[in-house]
């Protein structure tokens, strides 16, 4: 059972978040022959105030 874990920034649409996991589900099913009915993508979107980077957070930018 494949399990792709996506870590964003917060403020993408739902139709992006769609989008993502189709096509991410899309390339296991056909690059490493994964069935489709058991891929899992579990979007975790993280608040800008709780993500740095380069020393900052992302919500200072």
Known sequence: MPVVQV???AGRTVEQK???VERITDSL???AGANRERVHV???EVPGDNWGRAGRLLSDD
């Open 18 to 20: 769609r989008q993502l």
């Open 7 to 9: 870590h964003l920034k």
């Open 29 to 31: 099913v056909e690059i």
């Open 42 to 44: 579990i979007i975790d």
